[in-house]
């Protein structure tokens, strides 16, 4: 694998430095900015194959591969002056920037790459959303989970908003537990149990032979407590209100 560069030490660009060395024999180099300084040092002092860059530049001229994680209202400030020649690959996560605003930002004319990498990815078991194909980011992201291909960067919006209801989910949770706790149930047992119940689902999503809708009918029974609850907050209001926000989401994306 070619030498990593990551421009933005943020929870992403963490989370690919873990999931390419943790336990790894044949870790690749990785080349850091210094941006997030302590999280760079801390991954350094980690890893051998790990190092802190100077600055930008240093990270783009040691790298074959160069992962620009920087927040998207950061990003004229972290990339201005980059000088990124047309052998290097960059890979984009940043949401919410196409490639033709990053192609004009580094008036570069190397292969630009669009990628969702979720936090999962440091355990090696999520698949990344990738737009285009290209074969050095599939063997990148395949050592960390898995890539997925879609066909345009509008389905890629699609997909990056999607990622949008991550923390909808957390906080649903938490409502079940304080909903438990005002019920004369102790929060930590609340939230103890609930993670409990919901680690039992994520498990349930690894079985790629049933659908979701397949899931769901095989977690409930007929005029059951699931079903209720499902059939009565789920109603075509809440749902016609989750496209809406999704819609707007997407939008904003593009």
Known sequence: MQHIGIIGAGEIGRAIVEGLCDGSEAAPEVHLSPRGARTAADLSSRHA?????????????????VIIAVRRDDRHEALAGLRVGGDKVVVNVMAGV??????????????????????????????????????A???????LGGVLHVQDEEAFNVCSALTGTLTTHYAY????????????????????????????VGRALG???????????????PK??????????????NSAALHKVLDGLLADLR
């Open 49 to 65: 194959s790990v190092r802190v860059c100077a600055d930008n530049q240093e990270v783009v001229d040691r790298s074959g591969i």
């Open 98 to 135: 196409a490639t033709d605003d990053l192609r004009r930002t580094l008036a570069t004319e190397a292969p630009l790459v669009r990628a969702i990498p979720l936090p999962a990815v440091r355990e090696r078991r999520s698949v990344t959303v990738t737009w285009p194909s290209h074969p």
């Open 137 to 143: 980011v599939d063997d990148l992201f395949e050592r």
């Open 173 to 200: 949770l938490a409502a079940l537990t304080s909903w438990a706790a005002g019920h004369g149930i102790a929060p930590e047992d609340a939230d103890r149990y609930l993670r409990g119940l919901f680690q039992g």
């Open 207 to 221: 079985d790629e032979t049933r659908s979701l809708d397949r899931l769901a009918a095989d977690h409930e029974t």
């Open 224 to 237: 059951g407590s699931n079903e209720r609850v499902r059939t009565t907050w789920f109603d075509p209001a």
